[in-house]
């Protein structure tokens, strides 16, 4: 160790600040290309894939998967079925917790009182 501080020559060379700049603006540069080519390799690597993979495979797939889980699959999982009837009255499930309220208070009010 000390014989390699002893080679190192004493005046080691000094990078200015402009080719500091250089550097990091060839650096961005080549991260910008980069982030360009992945982009365009991931788009064409996801279109490619979408085409080339049979729709009776992937169905299969999945219903091997549920059977396999336990699971209900529907025949058109694209299309998600919403209710029309409203939601039913939450009102009972209000009143309960303002019952419990009042009771604790009247509780609290008694263990005051004592």
Do not use: H
């Not at 998600?80 to 009837?85: H, L």
């Amino acid at each position: 160790m000390i014989l390699a501080l002893a080679q190192r020559p004493s005046n080691p060379k000094i990078i200015t600040n402009d080719q500091i700049s250089v550097v990091m603006d060839k650096f961005e540069s080549q991260f910008s290309d980069l982030d360009v080519q992945t982009s365009y390799m991931e788009s064409t690597m996801s279109d490619t894939t979408a085409l080339t993979t049979p729709q009776d495979q992937v169905d299969t797939l999945i219903s091997q998967v549920a059977d396999e889980n336990g699971l209900e699959i529907s025949q058109k999982v694209g299309e998600s079925k919403v209710p029309q009837a409203a939601p039913a009255s939450t009102e009972g499930v209000r009143e309960a917790p303002l019952e419990e309220d009042g009771k604790l208070a009247e509780r609290l009010r008694a263990l005051r009182v004592s």
